[in-house]
């Protein structure tokens, strides 16, 4: 059967008019004042080491110095503070750590309970921090309306809370392609991601701790005496502890270089919406939004009133590579175009401003992971898939438990001391990640049925169910 995106595609003209004047260009980054770093030279030395300024770098950072603030604290990046998935990102902040009830319920029945409290608490714990330091992210407690846009996809919300039929749906969105939703109140903030990078990188330094930027790190050594030394090409840190934070970009760890793959994940911005263009969709609580399919959509506004419109698409590059070519995919960005306007026809004739994509480091259980390594003294946390807003903060927690050697609550869990099923070597993730892709897409058009591809990988603890 054809998706609801197909059955009621919009003309083409429309998606060329509306992509004519879009710049290749990340709207987030575009929007916040983004100051500079310098850059590691020389020996420097320090009791932490965090690699990484995304979300889970800074977090750390952060924190550490909220647990210790006499502690020495080193950030190093590549890049710049926030370049990453950090900036590019939904701005979707939200609770789960498990990427959603079935994944957990899949993966962890028994501390499921015990996930959930600590990712409530993570969240009301992000936005206390916001407001005690006075963080400029547009933190918005607003919850997602999760929307049914084909039949089958009703009965997979009638039991949740806050289920809405087709009616009260639309009265919040008016999209003619909701058929159902349900509105989930108070288990996501939406922020916008680079202004939280730029904020905790503004906070952390505020502490005490120091950022550089362009300041790839080459490799770890042992430094003796329970040392381990940092090094960048112009420069090196000797540290008591190291926290890796750098997410989708290869591991300075041989043992988790095949635990992530990297996806890319496309989103368009629109321009502002004018009063009445905003009067025909509603829209007025302000929700996130995400549709029900194995391949699906997330949207929201800004600020400013524009939609960002986001998903469906996640491709892999043959050999895993990272590249920002990668990033400029017109049919990625056309087909999100199309399913724009069948979602909001009465937006016709409205422009794109922004397109741009961003590596997600995905997972085979679809939820981070966490270890260490180097006796201890190293510890790391990857594999978000895409969930890492919030989750990044509760990530760096728990590095920080476990490089303190003592056991909490989240050292004791599971979920903390199993690693994923790794990925196979080339060529072998190519073709499964192709097969995977194939297999989500014919069933989202089989009415959600899965077939045996899916219900295998279902079985080997690979698969996943948005």
Same mark, same amino acid.
């Given at each position: 059967?054809?998706?609801? $995106? ?61 647990? &210790? ?66 963080? &400029? ?25 806050? $289920? ?9 969105? &008016? ?36 950022? $550089? ?77 995400? @549709? ?16 960002? $419109?986001?998903?469906? &698409? ?46 997600? @480091? ?78 989500? @897409? ?25």
């Amino acid at each position: 059967m054809q998706t609801v $995106f197909e059955r009621r595609a919009p003309r083409p003209s429309v998606v060329a008019h509306s992509l004519a004047t879009t710049r290749q260009s990340v709207f987030w980054l575009d929007d916040v004042a983004r100051p500079r770093h310098p850059s590691l030279t020389g020996s420097h030395a320090a009791d932490l080491v965090v690699v990484g300024a995304g979300y889970t770098g800074l977090w750390t950072a952060l924190r550490a110095k909220e647990r &210790d603030p006499g502690r020495t604290v080193v950030v190093l990046d590549a890049g710049r503070v926030g370049w990453a998935a950090s900036g590019r990102n939904g701005g979707f902040c939200e609770a789960s750590l498990t990427h959603g009830q079935e994944n957990g319920l899949r993966r962890w029945p028994e501390e499921l309970a015990a996930l959930d409290a600590l990712g409530r608490r993570n969240l009301d714990e992000i936005g206390e921090t916001v407001q005690r330091y006075g963080m &400029d992210a547009e933190f918005e407690r607003t919850g997602t309306l999760s929307v049914a846009v084909e039949p089958h996809q009703v009965e997979w919300l009638a039991e949740e809370e806050g $289920f809405l039929d087709a009616a009260a749906t639309r009265a919040l969105v &008016d999209s003619p392609t909701y058929l159902a939703g349900a509105w989930e109140r108070d288990e996501t903030a939406l922020v916008h991601p680079a202004k939280l990078a730029m904020e905790l990188a503004r906070v952390a330094v505020s502490l005490g701790v120091e950022i $550089f930027e362009h300041s790839r790190v080459t490799r770890l050594e042992d430094g003796g005496e329970g040392a381990v030394v940092v090094r960048t090409a112009a420069g090196s840190v000797r540290a008591g502890s190291v926290a890796l934070a750098t997410n989708v970009f290869p591991s300075l760890l041989a043992r988790t270089r095949l635990l992530t793959v990297p996806v890319y994940d496309y989103v368009l911005m629109t321009e502002p919406l004018t009063a009445s263009q905003r009067a025909a969709i509603g829209w007025a609580e302000r929700q996130g939004i995400a @549709d029900l399919a194995n391949q699906f959509h997330y949207y929201r506004q800004t600020a400013d009133g524009r939609i960002l $419109f986001g998903g469906y &698409d996640a491709v892999y590059h043959p050999g895993g590579r990272i590249r920002a070519r990668y990033e400029d995919r017109p049919e990625s960005f056309a087909r999100l175009a199309s399913h724009f306007f069948t979602t909001f026809p009465q937006l016709e004739g409205l422009r794109f401003t922004h397109k741009w994509a961003g590596a997600i @480091d995905t997972c085979s259980r679809f939820c981070a992971f966490y270890g260490r390594a180097r006796k201890g003294r190293v510890a790391y946390a990857a594999g978000f898939t895409g969930l890492g807003v919030g989750a990044s903060r509760f990530g760096a927690d728990v590095m920080l438990d476990l490089l303190s050697g003592e056991k909490t609550e989240r050292t004791e869990l599971r979920m903390v001391r199993e690693t994923p099923i790794p990925f196979p070597p080339e060529p072998a993730a190519s073709i499964g990640v192709a097969l995977m892709k194939t297999a989500m @897409d014919r069933a989202d058009h089989r009415e959600g049925r899965r077939g045996l591809f899916l219900k295998t990988m279902d079985a080997i603890g690979m698969g996943f169910d948005s």
